[in-house]
């Protein structure tokens, strides 16, 4: 099992940014792909970026290219959103997920993932 906890969400103005981590622990050996999600206001969640732990290939949603940035420090075990250049659209709760059986050409699909997290919530206002 692995338990995911999210942190460093909170309220911005638009523009502004934040960093959002997911912190992995259990049995974290059997990772090879992790993934953030995030679920706006009566909206389905929706796929933000991924990351493949082999080699550190990542992937991303068109509507966060070239603003968001995800990484990963396997020695804490510990992921990493770096969201820039916010807007009121990123609103939402961010979720972190996990998998043992990543695939690049599946990211997007939720049921890739084993494990969520809780979610940290992400506020942009304009």
């Known amino acids: 099992q692995v338990q995911l906890v999210e942190s460093g969400g909170g309220s911005v103005q638009a523009g502004g940014s934040l960093r959002l981590s997911c912190a992995a622990s259990g049995d974290t050996n059997s990772i090879n792909g992790m993934g953030w999600f995030r679920q706006s206001p009566g909206k389905e969640r929706e796929e933000v970026a991924a990351?493949?732990?082999?080699?550190?290939?990542?992937a991303y949603a068109y509507s966060v290219k070239g603003r968001f940035t995800i990484s990963l420090d396997n020695a804490k075990n510990t992921m990493y959103l770096q969201t820039n250049s916010l807007t009121p659209e990123d609103t939402g709760m961010y979720y972190c997920?996990?998998?043992?059986?990543?695939?690049?050409?599946?990211?997007?699909?939720?049921?890739?993932?084993?494990?969520w997290g809780q979610g940290t919530q992400v506020t942009v206002s304009s």
């Open positions: 990351i493949y732990r082999g080699d550190g290939s990542t």
């Open positions: 997920a996990a998998t043992s059986s990543f695939r690049f050409q599946f990211w997007r699909l939720q049921n890739t993932f084993y494990y």
